[in-house]
């Protein structure tokens, strides 16, 4: 007769060598022993102790012989799976927070799920503040993330796809989208791109952001941030895929075109003129963001001439007593109010509004009144400063940022033309740009008649198809008014 050796003990050791942070509660019974194994920092101990241990302990006084099966009817938990055993298996398990329960004379062992992780409430929103939209936002806990979508999101084709990435964190990534809207294609790529990733972890949506990129010399966004649950089902109605990463406050959504980094929500509760009115002005400030500091070297140290005779005096006079050039003053000044905006991202909340206003007056008041830079410069740097704060969505303006530095350089080198060359640069560079597939600067270019206009005139009941541009499988909306 053979014997076979029950690979418990074995199995049970090579566990405890391997994770030192376990615990283990140890329940013996006329048949050997059952073993409670998790970790504490991730385990509910109320729950351990009422759903676990207890019905176990009333149990196992039983004179039949239990196995995985029965226990498992025994144990209240809403989540439980049974395992073949296997160390690996157990590990990955105990690493997930998940409670394993050996049996020394059982081939299989059981995982419940009571984990307890330490979460924040969900707050207000800061990166996308809305005046009359919803303001639930998302946050680092996934399972908190996926039920604020489902509240809003009562539809059976809503698809959730957990994914696990990081070969040691093995964080979960949750791709959501709606099946019978969203366009197979681009979920594939998507699918595709994430379970492409071999690396050691991801711990927020910002790394992974990098990971989803077409090329990683593009210089522009192509996936869009989502703070908002709200903003991720007018997402996901649209045909979108909304990507959620464990431990991230921050969704991600994709494909994103240039011109939707200048929507914001509250755009859909606005009359639709006003909104027009608005998104024309979105764009033209981010135009100015990067641009005027240009036009004003080139106007100042190339073609005086344009400008009328007075003010061309005038201009003269301001700059009399300045000892540098018009490059040299815009160039240091936007690297001053580069400095300005990173030293306010660090200081702490309470104070930092007054020390940048304070420093802003201070700093600006003496440049002027020791002849450092004129008044016109200062206008101008401070106006390219203020419009970059106009875009919904900042990510759209960090590229933006040094893009102008390039523009200064090659208008102060050729001037006007030296401008255009530049400019006609970018432009070509957000042509070539996709998203998923996408042009990043549909539905203009491709140019779209009915796309464009809506993009612009948008109202629900008026808009009864979705874009074209994402090639969706449901294009109507539904009957909304024409």
């Known amino acids: 007769m053979i014997i076979r050796k029950n690979p418990y003990r074995e199995i049970l050791s090579g566990v405890e060598a391997q ?55 025994r144990i209240v938990s809403t989540e439980i799976s049974i395992y073949k055993m ?15 329960i050996l049996l020394s004379w059982d081939k299989n062992f059981l995982s419940a799920n009571i984990r307890s992780v330490a979460k924040k409430s969900i707050d207000s929103p800061e990166l996308f503040y809305t005046i009359r939209g919803p303001k639930d936002c998302f946050t680092e806990n996934l399972d908190i993330n996926l039920s604020l979508i489902r509240y809003r999101m009562k539809d ?16 979960r990534v949750a791709v959501v ?40 010399s593009v210089f522009f966004p192509q996936v869009g941030l989502v703070e ?29 075109t240039l011109a939707e980094f200048l929507w914001s929500c509250d755009d859909d509760y606005d009359h639709k003129y006003l909104a027009a009115f608005i998104k024309v002005l979105r764009a033209f400030a981010l135009v100015f963001s990067f641009t005027l500091g240009s036009l004003y070297i080139a106007l100042t140290s190339f073609h005086p001439d344009i ?56 700093i600006g008041q003496a440049a002027i009144s020791s002849h450092v830079f004129d008044p016109l410069s200062l ?16 990510t759209i303006m960090n590229p933006f940022r040094l893009l102008k530095f390039f523009l200064m350089i090659a208008t102060a080198t050729l001037g006007l033309f030296g401008f255009t060359i530049g400019f006609c640069v970018i432009i070509t560079s957000i042509v070539s740009v ?14 779209h008649r009915h796309d464009a206009l809506k993009s612009i005139f948008y109202s629900k009941n008026s808009a009864s198809t979705r874009p074209a541009f994402l090639r969706t499988k449901d294009h109507t909306r539904g009957n909304g008014r024409k």
């Open 434 to 447: 996709n998203s998923f597939g996408v042009a990043y600067t549909a539905p203009y270019a491709p140019y």
């Open 86 to 100: 296997d160390r690996n298996m157990i590990v990955e398990n105990l690493m997930n927070g998940m409670t394993v």
């Open 228 to 256: 908002r649950s709200d903003m991720a089902c007018t997402g996901l109605l649209e045909g979108k895929i909304v990507i959620i990463a464990e431990g991230s406050g921050i969704a991600l959504i994709a494909p994103k």
């Open 379 to 394: 206008i101008i740097v401070s106006l390219s400063f203020l419009a970059s704060f106009a875009m919904p969505d900042y």
């Open 19 to 73: 994770c030192s942070d376990i615990s283990k509660k140890i329940i013996k019974c006329e048949f050997g022993e059952i073993t409670v194994l998790f970790i504490r920092q991730l385990t509910d101990m109320e729950l351990l102790f009422n759903q676990i241990v207890k019905p176990i302990m009333t149990q196992a006084g039983s004179v039949d012989r239990l196995n995985a099966d029965i226990i498992a009817c």
């Open 156 to 171: 059976p084709e809503l698809k959730i796809n957990l994914l696990r990435v990081g070969r040691r964190t093995k964080s």
């Open 177 to 216: 989208y709606i099946n019978d809207i969203a366009n197979e294609t681009i979920v594939n790529d998507v699918l595709q791109r994430i379970n492409a990733i071999d690396t050691d972890g991801i711990i927020a949506s910002g790394e992974l952001q990098s990971f989803l990129q077409n090329r990683r």
């Open 307 to 362: 400008l009328p005779a007075d003010y061309i005096l005038t201009l003269a006079k301001l700059r009399a007593n300045v000892p540098l050039n018009a490059f040299t003053t815009i160039f240091l000044l936007e690297i001053v109010v580069e400095i300005l905006r990173e030293a306010l991202l660090r200081v702490p909340r309470q104070i930092g509004p007054a020390i940048g206003i304070a420093g802003a007056i201070i």
